[in-house]
């Protein structure tokens, strides 16, 4: 395929040039803090820090972290870097714990995220021809809104669907003839199931031929259903509110992790316990910088993300780093009789098993009790009690490979466990520890 761009000249400099871009837009941002906001002048002082000691990029780690708890202290303007006439725009983040996190942006800092949204979506091949299904909560949370301006921007015939109520999506689908799809991992195969349920083969029947998904996380065999059961391409799309949302990261046409884009964000890997720096290729807590913000920058911010940076060259021709699949969040981490486990490792054992559909949850109770929950797939149960049983062992004995505990294992019929309108909510803790 021939490589697109919305911004050539950005999209492939140099990576001296980059850097010294980058080091320029660091230069002035903490120039600014350290004029306008308390938060980083107090930050700054308990340091002995000044903004001509940052010379060069491995400056940036005299700067202090910026923390999810530092947002939420700060809440509701704690951090804005300019005066009320120039903001333009608020969202929250969807955090389902305690108070949210406030996010400003200027004029400036809307479009920005547009343009950054619209490299994106041509990064992929998406052109004003396209019809855009945006099926992410539209209101507070930046998924829908920031996706929806990026393909305006491009040109497309954009549809603010939101998400849920699959016999509408069905509907604009069909009448509209989308062709590009915004949408959860979650979301993504319910509809698969509920296009099934209904007779429809997307490849026969509909004009879908992209999905663009994320704010979750989920894993290449996650993509691969999707891919077979939607009829589409999977692009992964990274992106989190304190940053502006979708369009930091974005996987271009070869599809082997997202490029980020280092000319807006200043990208590190640090090890999630000690903060200090890793290198390329090593897994860690992705850290980002805002470069160009202007109501609200951000130093160092913990995204609490697991990845790793791909720092080779890539086929496309962009120049800007690309980082490996999220595999979840530091503190997603769930210990259970003594054992450290990630809900990706589960989920890559259950998609991989044809017989398992949809969704699944891992339900943790009484004294470390854990029970995995798994939707069986359309057509999978022929009403024989014994390959039921058999099924159940097999899921056991997969998981307890990978994850060195054997859960209980239960099977539930398709479409019947809960799914939610935002995001997956996959893990029920109700231990007594
Ligand atoms: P909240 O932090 O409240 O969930 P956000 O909308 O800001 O709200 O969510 C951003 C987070 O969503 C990221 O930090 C990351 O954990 C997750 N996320 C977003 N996109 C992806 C993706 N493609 N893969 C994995 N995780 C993702
Ligand atoms: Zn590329």
């Known amino acids: ?69 530092d947002l939420r202290a700060s809440y509701p303007k704690g951090l804005v870097a300019v005066g009320p006439e120039s903001l333009a725009r608020l969202h929250t983040s969807s955090g389902t714990t305690g ?12 479009g920005n995220a547009a343009d950054l949204m619209a490299r994106c979506l041509t990064m992929t091949g ?5 019809v855009l299904q945006n099926m992410m909560t539209y209101g507070l949370f930046t998924g829908a809104l920031v996706m929806h301006y990026g393909a305006e921007k ?21 009448d509209f003839r989308s062709t590009v799809l915004h949408i959860t991992p979650s979301y993504a195969l319910y509809f698969a199931g509920f296009l099934e349920s209904k007779g429809i083969d997307p490849r026969r029947d509909l004009a879908l031929r992209k999905a663009f998904v994320g704010a979750e996380p989920y894993t290449e065999e996650t993509r ?31 599809k082997r992790g997202m490029h980020l884009w280092e000319d807006n964000y200043l990208l590190e890997i640090v090890d999630p316990k000690s903060g200090q720096p890793l290198p390329d290729g090593q897994r860690g807590e992705l850290v980002l910088t805002t470069l160009c913000r202007e109501a609200m920058p951000i130093l160092r911010y913990r995204t609490r993300d697991i990845t790793a940076v791909i720092a080779r060259p890539c086929a496309c021709g962009r120049t800007h780093r690309r980082i490996d699949r999220i595999t979840g969040r530091s503190d997603d981490m769930l210990i259970v009789r003594g054992v450290n486990i990630y809900p990706q490792q589960i989920e890559q054992v259950l998609m991989a098993i044809p017989e398992v559909g949809r969704n699944y949850v891992i339900q943790l109770e009484g004294l470390d009790e854990m029970t995995v929950r798994v939707e069986l797939a359309e057509g999978g149960f022929d009403g024989q009690v ?34 939610s309108e935002g995001k997956a909510k996959r893990v029920i803790d109700t231990r007594k520890l």
């Open 1 to 69: 395929m021939e490589t697109m761009f919305w911004d050539k000249r950005n999209e492939t400099m140099g990576r001296p040039a980059l850097e010294a871009l980058q080091l320029k837009r660091l230069q002035s941002t903490v120039r600014r803090l350290a004029r306008r906001v308390p938060f980083y002048q107090e930050k700054f002082a308990e340091r002995g820090l000044k903004p001509a000691d940052i010379r060069t990029l491995a400056d940036a780690q005299k700067l202090p972290f910026t923390t999810n708890a």
């Open 99 to 110: 108070k949210p996190k406030a996010l400003f942006f200027s004029r400036r800092d809307v």
């Open 126 to 130: 998406v052109t004003r021809q396209d």
């Open 154 to 174: 491009v040109g497309c015939l954009v549809i603010p669907a939101g998400p849920g109520n699959s016999e509408k999506q069905l509907l604009l689908m069909q």
């Open 224 to 254: 691969r259903k999707i891919e077979r059961t939607l009829g589409v391409e999977v692009y992964n799309s990274y992106g989190l509110s304190e940053m502006s949302g979708p369009g930091v990261a974005f996987e271009c046409a070869q």
């Open 386 to 419: 014994s390959r039921l049983a058999r099924l159940r062992e097999e899921i056991g004995a997969r998981l307890r490979a990978e994850i060195l505990t054997k859960p209980k294992v239960e099977l539930a019929p398709p479409g019947s466990l809960p799914v």
